[in-house]
């Protein structure tokens, strides 16, 4: 299983970024995938998760401003960032949850004027 996610870049506060993450390797959309992230000098923190069955759930500061959602004909979870804040600032993991967990590379989004 990898996982290549992209979209990550430098947006002003109150901006919004699109990240997409695809799976490949995974005969199945029996499981979860979503997103973590981390700050610098901060550990690893989950932001959202996504069942194949489209069940969301988001971490409190992201909620009303994240949305996250996933394509399973394509393997693909994306992870729309509107009103984004400083703190939003880290860099973003993709994660499939099978019976192991499959990491993505991570792309870094930077909120700062």
């Known amino acids: 299983v990898q996982l290549q996610a992209s979209g990550g870049g430098l947006v002003q506060p109150g901006g919004s970024l699109r990240l997409s993450c695809a799976a490949s390797?995974?005969?199945?959309?029996?499981?979860?995938m979503g997103w973590y992230r981390q700050a610098p000098g901060k550990q690893r923190e989950p932001v959202a998760t996504?069942?194949?069955?489209?069940?969301?759930n988001y971490t409190d500061p992201v909620k009303g401003r994240f949305t996250i959602s996933r394509d399973n004909a394509k393997n693909t979870v994306y992870l729309q960032m509107n009103s984004l804040k400083p703190e939003d600032t880290a860099v973003y993991y993709c994660?499939?949850?099978?019976?192991?967990?499959?990491w993505g590379q991570g792309t870094q989004v930077t909120v700062s004027s």
């Open positions: 996504i069942t194949g069955g489209g069940r969301t």
């Open positions: 390797g995974i005969a199945s959309s029996i499981n979860v």
């Open positions: 994660v499939l949850v099978t019976t192991a967990d499959y």
